[in-house]
Structures are given as structure tokens and as C-alpha cells.
């Protein structure tokens, strides 16, 4: 392996065994060299945006998410990097460092020979062994009590982010991961927002996110805020709880939101007064209100299901 990449693959252990290391650029092939070269053997996972490999660095397993090309811009790639670096936190999934590789080649297009860019941008992160809380929903022995301290620790992590000033803006069971004492980690920011110390708030014209998870205010784009998570967490919650689908039809989604958002803008007393031992109604909670007041529950929560098994 070359000098770059051994002085690399130290750097990469050191970040392992060390919380207090920050994650950098690692070069190219380093991460081919520990996927045997992205090899299918390797592949623990896809989706739409990106395959995921397995990394063997010694006697330590880490995750490599290898980007699509195709599907995420320069400015799309920065932003999730900033947002990973700002965020650590025990729920949150470990960032360990990231690739953003580009490699100029001759090639001949049409009949005629041209230089053409390959760029790899690539993201490693802990490696989880357990899943994602996706597979654990569908699970029908599944424990109270370790629903509970799933529920807590994504609120506990969702507090954390926000008061980070990021917003995910793809909160959903398979974006949750479970180590191997099933503790929640929040994952993949590829859609996440970091705000400044004193903005709450960011317009876009787009619609993303996953259907079903997202706040109804914001299809077919709008304002971003903390609430929009907020939402999606309701749905998450009712999923753990029932151990199906928590979300509704878009169309009634957007129905009931139309009908909240002409009540009243008065905070509702008996919020103040929720009995978080009934957690089966908190949900119900997240889901129904306007999105202005959704920002007040998850402080709540997190504070109060400590006391609460």
C-alpha cells in the first residue's frame, strides 16, 4: 500500500480507539484496500442514494457508504460532512472520517478523445452489527422495556441535534441503528440541515425526505425547523409501539393538517399536564398538533422518560 494510504490507515485505527480524534479526508486506497475493493462480498447494504460495505481494519470492522455519483451534488456531500462532524453523541451514529476523491482520465466520446472526471465520495462510520430498528419494529417478541430505552434514546438524540442546530430532515426507523446492547443511533445525513447559532429556520422549494415520515407542511417544500423531525418522530413511536406502519395515507395527512392549522394558535393547557406513563398517547400528541408546537413535547419527553419504566 502506498506511504499516503499506511499513514492513513493509522490515523483511521487511531480515530477508532480514540472519541476525541477528529475524522478527516482518507485517501482512496485506503478504503478499497480494507473492502477488497468495494467487492460484493463485502456489501451489508443499499438503498437509492448509496451502497454500504464492510471495512476489515485489523482486528476493528467499520462501515464505508460509498455515495452515488449520480444522485448527490458538491454542496449536498459538504453539508452531510458538516453536519457529521458537529454531531457526537452517544445516540448518533460514530463518524470516523470520509473520502472525496477525483481522478481525470482520457477517454474517447462520440469518435473523439476527451478528458473525463470520476469522482468518489465515500463516508465511514462505526460499524453496527445489529440493524436498524426497521428490521426490530417487525420483530413480534419484542420487550417493553427495551421499546422504552429505544424511545428514549432516539428523543434523547433528536434533543441533542437540535440543540446542535441540525435538523435531519429523514428521520425513520431504517435511518436508526441498534448496537449490539440495542441502544439507538441516529444515521445517514444526507438530507440534514446545519443552522447558524442564531437561525431557526431555512426555505426550500423541494419536497424529500420519505413519504409517510415527513411533516405535512412541508410537502411540496417550505420552511424547515426542528418541528419537522418532530414529526416524523410521532410516526417512529407509534411504529415501535404497535409494530406496524404508523403513518397515514398522504392524502389524510394533509387533510387533518389543514383542519389543526385553522384552530386555535393558543399553546393547549393540558399538555402541561401529560401523564408520560401513558406513553401510548404521546405519539398522538406529536402527530396532532401544529408543527409550532411540536418543538415544546420532545424537551418534555427527553427530561421526563428518565423517570418513567
Not at 106 to 112: I, L, Q, S, Y
Not at 182 to 209: C, H, W
Not at 236 to 265: A, F, N, Q, W
Request: charged share 25%.
Amino acid at each position: 500500500m502506498e506511504r499516503k494510504a499506511c499513514i492513513a490507515r493509522s490515523y483511521l485505527e487511531q480515530v477508532l480507539v480514540d472519541e476525541a480524534t477528529e475524522p478527516k479526508n482518507l485517501p482512496l486506497s485506503l478504503l478499497e484496500d480494507i473492502t477488497s475493493d468495494f467487492s460484493h462480498d463485502q456489501e451489508i447494504g443499499s438503498g437509492g442514494f448509496a451502497v454500504v460495505y464492510k471495512g476489515i481494519l485489523g482486528d476493528k470492522e467499520i462501515a464505508v457508504k460509498k455515495l452515488s455519483n449520480f444522485l448527490m451534488t458538491d454542496t449536498e456531500f459538504d453539508r452531510e460532512v458538516e453536519c457529521l462532524m458537529r454531531a457526537k453523541h452517544k445516540n448518533v451514529v460514530r463518524f470516523l472520517g470520509y473520502c472525496d476523491d477525483t481522478q481525470r482520465s482520457r477517454e474517447t466520446f462520440d469518435g473523439k478523445p476527451v478528458m473525463a472526471e470520476t469522482r468518489q465520495r465515500l463516508l465511514c462510520f462505526e460499524y453496527i452489527p445489529n440493524g436498524s430498528l426497521y428490521e426490530y419494529i417487525k420483530d413480534p417478541y419484542r420487550q417493553w422495556g427495551t421499546c422504552y430505552e429505544i424511545i428514549k434514546g432516539i428523543c434523547v438524540g433528536l434533543q441533542y441535534l437540535h440543540e446542535s442546530f441540525i435538523v435531519h430532515m429523514d428521520l425513520k426507523p431504517a435511518n436508526i441503528l441498534l448496537d449490539n446492547n440495542m441502544v439507538p443511533k441516529i444515521a445517514d445525513f444526507g438530507l440534514s440541515r446545519y443552522f447558524d447559532e442564531n437561525q431557526s429556520r431555512d426555505i426550500t422549494k423541494n419536497m424529500f425526505g420519505t413519504v409517510g415520515y415527513w411533516a405535512p407542511e412541508f410537502s411540496g417544500g417550505g420552511v424547515i425547523t426542528r418541528s419537522a423531525d418532530l414529526y416524523s418522530l410521532g410516526v417512529i413511536i407509534l411504529e415501535i409501539l404497535t409494530g406496524h406502519k404508523g403513518h397515514e395515507r398522504i392524502e389524510d395527512v394533509r387533510t387533518r393538517y389543514v383542519i389543526v392549522r385553522k384552530m386555535t394558535d393558543q399553546f393547549p393547557f393540558w399538555l402541561r399536564r401529560v401523564d408520560f406513563q401513558i406513553i401510548v398517547t404521546l405519539p398522538q400528541c406529536i402527530l396532532s398538533l401544529s408543527y409550532s408546537f411540536r418543538y415544546c413535547v420532545i424537551s418534555f419527553m427527553a427530561a421526563h422518560l428518565v423517570v418513567v419504566q
